[in-house]
């Protein structure tokens, strides 16, 4: 496991721009129906359960993050569809592929699930900012600094690190393989400490 941060923080500040009530349009890679991942966060979730300082994540609301748009409101739910279907064009080109999750670790907000490889993640990533381009002047949010990973878990009050790399560091769970075949562009919340969702569109990769 890569070195652990000494403390946590609260994860569910209020970043510029949000609030309760405020949606955002943004491009996720979510996985219903895998069931290798739902019973990889089930037993993380076992593992971190009696830790306690952590909003862990059910399986309907396990995600990937890949690229945001903007605010509903501030971005035309037309345009949000023209980005849609740039996309879908250019996904059509990118492979659909296998990725492994290994095990977790500890970020100061969150507990972070390394996705391998990364590279065709970055390359669906790529191509929805591409997209984006055809469609607006000015993409959203910066290319590099993209790590992909899963959260399994958001820190929702401050305190040391040491008792969730102690637990991580004592489970034994199964890594988990699964298939991406589409990324999603959702209309996201967080209103309730959880980033819950509503689907736009979806766009298969080849």
Known sequence: MTTAPERMRDHWYWR??????????????TFDGQ??????AA???????PVGGLDLVPDRWLH???????????VDEQVALDIAAAAKARLADVPAFDFTLHAPVV???AILVPVQPDG?????????????GDVLPEVPERA??????????YSNSTGPAAPFTTALDGAAVTPAHGRITQ????????DHRMYEWEPLTTAPLG
């Not at 069931?35 to 990889?40: D, N, S, Y």
């Not at 590099?144 to 878990?153: C, T």
């Not at 990324?183 to 967080?190: F, G, S």
């Open 16 to 29: 510029p721009g949000w609030d309760v009530g405020r949606r955002f349009y943004t491009w996720h890679l």
């Open 35 to 40: 069931e290798a991942v739902h019973r990889f």
């Open 43 to 49: 037993a993380y979730r076992t593992v971190l359960e």
């Open 64 to 74: 990937l993050t890949m690229q945001g748009i903007g605010f509903v409101g501030e």
């Open 107 to 109: 970020d100061p907000e």
């Open 120 to 132: 065709p993640v970055r390359a669906v990533r790529d191509a929805i900012r591409a997209a984006i």
């Open 144 to 153: 590099e600094g993209f790590k992909p990973h899963v959260s399994l878990g």
């Open 183 to 190: 990324a999603e562009l959702i209309i996201i919340h967080r």
